[in-house]
């Protein structure tokens, strides 16, 4: 029998249901009062995130609830980050403008460029709440702050109009205290070697900031059932410079199985890169096999990782002295791309595919595809045959569109390798029909690159 782990209170928005919505009534704003049809809330789809537990130990079963606990910590940061207190704005509120003020973290509609969506609120700071409301780029360049360019330091101003710096662990001293109070307690209970010492070490980070050792060891946890996301991770919030982190947490449990699939295929990297076809001058390079690419289910978005549309890939550390000593991990969230299969492709796919090939519309083969995409990102090679440095930088503007383009592609031609091989079970036609239905739902995101992930 399966258990089933219901999360309680976080029925989680997985993203935009269709933007050819959006794209339609682009400035059909009507006010949330007036919700019949148009409330923003309709580009959401609430799905509950489940997963099996019947294979954790009581222990692990015990863990994951401190890391819950530890997650709504950061959750609460990242509202302080994003907008400020949650009390201030939630108290008083209901219903849909309650949810939407929830699911963007304030009174700004991430959908819709940061427009205030509440009356009484103007636009959002692009700085967040990382730096004054008031501060302008040129200020903060002329003020040549200590550790003003540091991702875990919020910019602030005296009573004297001057800019000064406090770093996160001591900001926000009391809360980031009892978060590594609980991974502390979660530490002591882990069975498995790598949580226990990367648990240990990230609630240690936690309280000075410094994030080096803990990304090591969470290189090193190879074979752990339960994993957490835990901590200031990416900089987008920022968008007065991009420096600053907000505070984030995903709490996953491992999808064994899955997980296998997957292992099976890192080994056939070095072959796949052998048998591309180019010329042998731009398959030099050998691929790492020791990335670590896992298929997980999230059971806890919390804070950053909340806000809006959900990411169904994790590629991390970002930290590039961790990068080039240990590679990044990838992680499949298994649960949130059936979602998206379920609420996004397959109506995408209803209205696009012809009758016929609708049958071939099939999460299987959707997620080997987002699977081989992420592989294909490793294949080729990153530095120029003329020895002039990497093909990033010679690509410059172009790269990023060209490299997905190339992850597309070269998925899509290693998993027609693997079927020949018979390394792969499934019909042709649904892989290729999947990946017809797949490329309408990235552009959906426009003319700005986005991963599959996303
Ligand atoms: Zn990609």
């Known amino acids: 029998m399966k258990t089933k782990l219901v999360i309680l209170g976080s029925l989680t928005c997985i993203g935009l249901l269709s933007s050819c919505q959006v794209q339609k009534n682009p400035t059909a704003r009507i006010p949330m009062e007036n919700k019949q049809d ?18 954790l130990s009581e222990n692990e079963k015990t863990i994951l609830g401190l890391m819950f606990k530890a997650a709504d910590i950061m959750d609460d940061l990242f509202w302080q980050q994003a ?3 949650k009390i201030d704005i939630v108290d008083g509120l209901q219903g849909e403008t309650l949810n939407y003020v929830k699911i963007n973290y304030g009174p700004w509609d991430r959908l819709d460029n940061e427009k205030p969506f509440l009356p009484n609120f103007g636009a959002k700071p692009a700085g967040a709440m990382f730096y004054p ?46 978060a590594a109070g609980l991974l502390s307690k979660a ?5 498995d070697a790598g949580l226990k010492n990367y648990l240990l070490l990230r609630a240690a980070a936690l309280l000075n900031d410094d994030f080096y050792a803990s990304d090591l060891a969470w290189m090193d946890m190879k074979n752990s059932n339960l994993d957490l996301v835990i901590g200031p991770i990416e900089n987008y919030e920022d968008q007065l410079f991009g420096y600053k982190s907000a ?20 080994k056939y990297l070095p072959e796949l890169q052998r048998n591309l076809p180019v010329d042998a001058a731009y398959k030099k390079e050998v691929p790492g096999t020791d990335s670590d690419l896992n298929a997980y289910d999230v059971v806890y978005y919390a804070g950053d990782c909340n806000a809006a549309g959900k990411t169904i890939a994790i590629n991390l550390p970002n930290d590039e002295r961790v990068q080039l000593e240990k590679g990044t991990r990838r992680l499949q969230l298994k649960n949130a791309m059936k979602a998206k299969f379920d609420k996004i492709l397959v109506p995408i796919a209803t209205s696009l595919i012809v009758e016929e090939q609708q049958k071939n519309i099939q999460f299987d083969a959707f997620f080997s595809n987002v699977m081989f995409h ?8 990153k530095n120029t045959l003329d020895g002039k440095g990497s093909v990033r930088d010679a690509l410059k ?7 997905e383009g190339k992850a597309d592609i070269l998925g899509l031609y290693m998993v027609n390798q693997l079927l020949n091989k018979g390394e792969l079970t499934g019909s042709k036609e649904d892989y290729f029909v999947t990946f017809l239905a797949g490329i309408f739902r990235s552009v959906r995101f426009g003319g700005s690159v986005t991963k599959v992930g996303d």
Request: glycine share 4%.
């Open 247 to 266: 505070y984030s947490a995903y709490v996953l449990v491992k999808d064994v199985e899955w997980s296998k699939r997957l292992e099976k295929f890192v």
């Open 38 to 55: 148009h409330s923003p809330f309709q580009y959401y789809a609430t799905v509950p995130l489940t997963t099996d537990i019947s294979h």
């Open 397 to 403: 503007e172009a790269y990023s569109a060209l490299e």
């Open 133 to 178: 409301t008031d501060i302008t780029k040129d200020e903060f360049e002329k003020a040549n702050l200590k550790d003003g360019k540091s991702p875990y330091t919020l910019v602030k101003r005296n009573r004297e109009g001057q800019l000064y710096t406090v770093p996160y662990h001591v900001n926000y001293k009391n809360q980031l205290q009892n």
């Open 374 to 381: 992420e592989v294909a990102h490793g294949l080729g090679i």
């Open 187 to 191: 530490s002591e209970l882990a069975e």
């Open 83 to 85: 907008y400020g207190a």
